[in-house]
């Protein structure tokens, strides 16, 4: 039992010598490390896989609906924004910052197109069955629009489909 003690009690001077140096030994916390690893994964992570809102959250693939195939025409784009107009009840100023933060979150959309489930994830709950309606009838909207539906289109329509079909919700839009 001595020998517990006065080896414990040389880890503990060893430790405070070193902190009077200047040796920072904060890292030695695990409570401080855990806060810093959850920070860091907090900002570091792709702000696409956090959208706890069912609006924006569909407002983001309808613009990768569009934007699948390669860039969005200005007719597109002004088709678009009144899609979400209308779906979404807004103005068209706040139709435009919509479009403008899908755009900007969606960015060149490698990592939205393979990754719907963990998209859709954290709003999945807040989806009422009108809202799921409503949401796959405006990205095959989005997909029809310019020259129709190309299979690719098609093929992530029906993966965001597969997706909202898993589960009920209870809100509404707004």
Request: net charge negative; charged share 20%.
């Amino acid at each position: 039992m001595h020998v517990l003690i006065a080896f414990l009690t040389a880890v503990a001077g060893l430790l405070y010598a070193l902190e009077r140096v200047g040796i920072d030994l904060g890292w030695l916390n695990p409570w401080a490390w855990k806060r810093r690893r959850a920070w860091r994964n907090q900002t570091t992570g792709n702000p696409v896989f956090r959208i706890d809102n069912p609006m924006d959250a569909i407002a983001l693939l309808a613009a990768a609906t569009a934007k699948i195939d390669g860039d969005i025409s200005i007719e597109e784009k002004e088709k678009l924004k009144a899609l979400y107009q209308s779906t979404f009840n807004m103005t068209e100023q706040d139709a435009v910052q919509l479009f403008g933060s899908s755009i900007f979150l969606l960015g060149p959309g490698d990592e939205v197109y393979p990754n719907v489930e963990k998209i859709l994830k954290p709003s999945l709950e807040g989806f009422t069955d009108e809202q799921k309606t409503l949401s796959i009838t405006l990205l095959r909207e989005v997909a029809a629009l310019g020259a129709g539906a190309t299979e690719t289109q098609r093929q992530f329509v029906a993966e965001v489909e597969g997706v909202l079909s898993q589960d009920s919700g209870t809100k509404n839009w707004g």
